[in-house]
């Protein structure tokens, strides 16, 4: 499973509907869950500009 919400550049925005999806082949996840968690961290990184720890989605 990959992740698409980053620029070619690698540097993360906010994406319109209009915007063409980027892959990155680079991240890999074993479970659906874990391409969510790191959408959702991603996301909320964006809008309040914290970094929500990788390990604390438990």
């Given at each position: 499973m990959s992740v698409a919400s980053r620029s070619p550049?690698?540097?993360?925005?906010?994406?319109?509907r209009a915007?063409?999806?980027?892959?990155?082949?680079?991240?890999?996840?074993?479970?659906?869950?874990?391409a969510e968690w790191e959408v959702?961290?991603?996301?909320?990184q964006a809008v309040t500009g914290?970094?929500?720890d990788a390990t604390s989605q438990d």
């Open positions: 550049n690698g540097r993360s925005r906010r994406c319109r915007d063409p999806i980027h892959f990155e082949e680079e991240s890999a996840f074993a479970t659906r869950e874990e959702f961290r991603r996301r909320w914290e970094n929500l």
